[in-house]
């Protein structure tokens, strides 16, 4: 594996070169949206849509890496019913929630699966693009845009609940050290945050020097010029965890990703105001299954 990283390296250094990188990725892009064609009309004829509108194949690709609507819609819905499961196994039902935001929102990936909910939802998305189509498609929700960097718009102690899922896999530090303290600044004293991280079930992606460092409680970031982007990867420990968002925040719980089908990611949830909680830290030591791409 590490030859091909290798090799890819080199490829996009070339392409770089001759500033070619942007368009080569557009028609990549754009092969693989072709082939993803029958699938998706397949998968929406026979219901399996949610009732709402779906992005069109460029803004998946730039979520989820992939065109295929059915996993969009599943990879969805799971991290929505994680969230859910998560607050409920510390006694927070998701009916309690006032207010939500879901930051790094793209084009409404989980947040759609809140359409239901009796809260107050928001969305908020470095990309504008993105932005404007939850705001036109997604009405139950309300969107703003934010830069890379903090602030976000909204006042202090605003949010029962933020959740940040594939958001902070894409964030050096000392980037998503900022947003630590800015999500910390929008949850109400009490409230709680949720994001998941690439943690072990990716070990096996990481090159011996990088697991070397994971195994030592460091941030492992490739790519950091790309920061945002899924192109920058960025791979924690839950020591690392543990001892980067804590005092602002108390971990209640680290999920290891992968296990007894657990989603890919590693799972934590934190609380706001320095709680403190009776509840254990959990983590589930299983050996965690390698995150699969889909295919049509």
Not at 47 to 58: K, N, S, V, Y
Not at 129 to 151: K, S, Y
């Amino acid at each position: 594996m590490v030859p091909r990283r290798a090799a890819r390296a080199v490829l996009k250094a070339a392409l770089a070169r001759f500033r070619l990188l942007d368009a080569a990725r557009r028609s990549r892009d754009a092969v693989t949206a072709l082939g993803w064609l029958a699938h998706n009309r397949r998968f929406l004829r026979l219901g399996g849509g949610d009732g709402l509108p779906i992005p069109p194949a460029r803004l998946l690709m730039l979520t989820t890496a992939s065109p295929s609507v059915e996993w969009f819609i599943q990879s969805g819905r799971a991290g929505a019913d994680s969230i859910r499961e998560q607050l409920a196994r510390h006694d927070v039902p998701i009916a309690t929630i006032r207010t939500v935001l879901d930051f790094g929102c793209g084009c409404g990936r989980v947040l759609r699966h809140w359409a239901d909910l009796a809260a107050d939802v928001h969305g908020c998305d470095y990309n504008p693009v993105l932005v404007d189509w939850c705001r036109q498609q997604l009405t139950f929700a309300r969107f703003e845009t934010n830069a890379l960097e903090p602030p976000l718009p909204y006042p202090e102690a605003t949010f029962d609940l933020v959740y940040a899922l594939s958001v902070f896999t894409h964030l050096p530090e000392p980037l998503h050290t900022r947003w630590v303290a800015e999500l910390a600044r929008v949850i109400r004293p009490g409230g709680h945050l949720i994001i998941s991280t690439h943690g072990e079930a990716y070990l096996d992606t990481l090159s011996g020097s990088e697991r070397a460092r994971f195994h030592a409680g460091e941030l492992v970031v490739r790519d950091a010029e790309a920061a945002g982007s899924n192109r920058c990867g960025v791979f924690f420990s839950a020591a690392y965890l543990r001892r980067h968002l804590e005092p602002r925040f108390t971990l209640r719980e680290h999920r290891t990703g992968g296990a007894r089908g657990n989603p890919p990611q590693d799972l934590s949830l934190l609380q706001a105001g320095g709680q403190t909680s009776s509840d254990p830290l959990t983590a589930d030591q299983t050996r965690p299954a390698r995150d699969r791409s889909p295919r049509p």
